[in-house]
């Protein structure tokens, strides 16, 4: 049996161009994106065009980047616009796909439909339930976030950041950078830093976003999603690496095995050996 890799590109090949006698590198290349299209919706008949098909959208992909297009994942504000990687406006206020994004990555995350945070790519994304568990299994270390700071692998900001939330539970950004002693202007890049730290190893994440005044509340993953914190602990980590490594595949069609893990946040290693299944 081939690899989930190989199986995904021979069936993206073999389902549009059953009827091309070439099979040019430009046809294969042709025929891959085609398969992209397909399924990252980047075309005018599927475009997503409201709320119950965004979440079917993410759904259906498992993950995808929420403004972002071009990282080799699905991307929701791609989707709705129904074309590949269109380009940001200078007025982004008037965009259509852009304002649906920003207004479903409020609405879908606060009813606990989806997660939302930065999390691939370094950049905002939306990853479904059914996947979550996974990603929690791979990416969040089970041994606390004091051992990670212990190990020099979290910074002192994101530290205090996760005693303040664990302490006194959801807390706006500012009330965070007081209790931090991270308040003054000359400190908000050490603090950005330490917020997009505790993202990507999935210890915190934005819960609600205010705008009057705009501010955003802060929660730790542990208690905002405690229902998939307790799936993740009984997966094993290759099953995991399995369901997400499978899905991307799926979807995208191909991609280099080290660069999916890179966007992924996933160890290459992990990464490889799901393929090869």
């Not at 290349?29 to 098909?53: K, P, S, Y």
Request: aromatic letters at 8%; glycine letters at 8%; a positive charge.
């Amino acid at each position: 049996m081939g690899s989930i890799n190989e199986t995904a590109m021979t069936g993206a090949a073999g389902r549009s161009s059953a009827s091309r006698a070439s099979s040019s590198p430009l046809v294969v290349g042709d025929v891959l994106e085609a398969h992209r299209d397909h399924h990252f919706r980047r075309i005018l008949a599927r475009r997503v065009t409201g709320e119950t098909m965004a979440l079917r959208f993410i759904n259906e992909t498992g993950f995808c980047a929420a403004f972002t297009a071009g990282l080799g994942l699905p991307c929701l504000r791609e989707a709705i616009e129904g074309r590949r990687e269109p380009e940001l406006p200078h007025h982004i206020q008037h965009d259509r796909a852009i304002m649906m994004t920003w207004n479903l990555k409020d609405v879908l995350p606060a009813r606990r439909s989806v997660y939302y945070g930065k999390v691939l790519g370094g950049r905002p994304s939306f990853i479904a339930l059914e996947l979550l568990p996974c990603f929690l299994r791979l990416r969040l270390t089970s041994e606390g976030y004091q051992k990670l700071y212990q190990r020099g692998t979290l910074s002192h900001c994101a530290k205090l950041v996760m005693d303040a939330l664990t302490r006194r539970g959801p807390s706006e950004t500012k009330a965070l950078k007081l209790t931090t002693g991270f308040a003054q202007p000359k400190m908000r890049a050490e603090f950005d830093r330490a917020m997009r730290e505790l993202q990507e190893k999935f210890l915190a994440l934005k819960v609600e976003e205010r705008y009057d005044p705009f501010t955003y509340v802060w929660d730790t993953v542990e208690h905002r999603w405690a229902e998939a914190m307790r799936a993740a602990r009984s997966l094993k980590p290759q099953h995991a690496a399995y369901a997400i490594v499978r899905r991307y595949y799926e979807m995208a069609g191909y991609g280099n095995e080290r660069a999916v893990a890179r966007v992924l946040g996933l160890a290459p290693g992990m990464v490889e050996t799901a393929a090869r299944k």
